[in-house]
């Protein structure tokens, strides 16, 4: 039986996603706003699994990760080719899941958080880990200290303006 982050490592070590990873991190390499990146992904998941043990949701701690670690991951479609990059993502990982052990039901409910993640259009009672990745994505930045901040094209309401995790 594999277990729950040995799921997320299979993730993280699987060819494509090395391969988009570094495509995504060539292509932000000169970008003056936030970027798309490990870092980011990592970030994203954490605070995530931390909200969901505060509030007691009961997520699973790989399917979270899961979901942070690919949310991104399509920006480089859409830099390519012009696609969305939630579109994208979920694409993307509607192939790596199930390489990675994730069976359908489980890379559907991902799918589904990737999908919903660039809006609060993701709801608590209909799709609990797309509002739970929608909110940490956006936690997951730090406006308080960025050299862009005043350059972002964030509305400030989206921006943090403090440290919260």
Known sequence: ??????????????????????????????RFFCRHTIEHFLDTARIMYIIS????????????????????IGRVMQYKNNI??????????????????????????????????????ADEENNILGWLLYRADKMSRLCFCCRAEKECYWDKSRKNSDIVY
Request: net charge negative.
């Open 53 to 72: 043990l505060e509030e007691k949701l009961l997520l699973p701690k790989d399917i979270i990760y899961a979901a942070a670690l690919l949310h991104d």
């Open 84 to 121: 969305p990059h939630d579109r994208a993502s979920a694409e993307l990982a509607g192939e790596i899941l199930p390489q990675c052990g994730f069976d359908k039901s489980e890379t559907e409910q991902i799918q589904n958080a990737i999908l919903s993640h660039r809006t609060s259009k």
């Open 1 to 30: 039986m594999i277990s729950e982050m040995q799921r997320v490592n299979l993730i993280f070590r699987n060819k494509t996603y090395q391969l988009l990873l570094r495509n995504l991190d060539d292509m932000e390499k000169d």
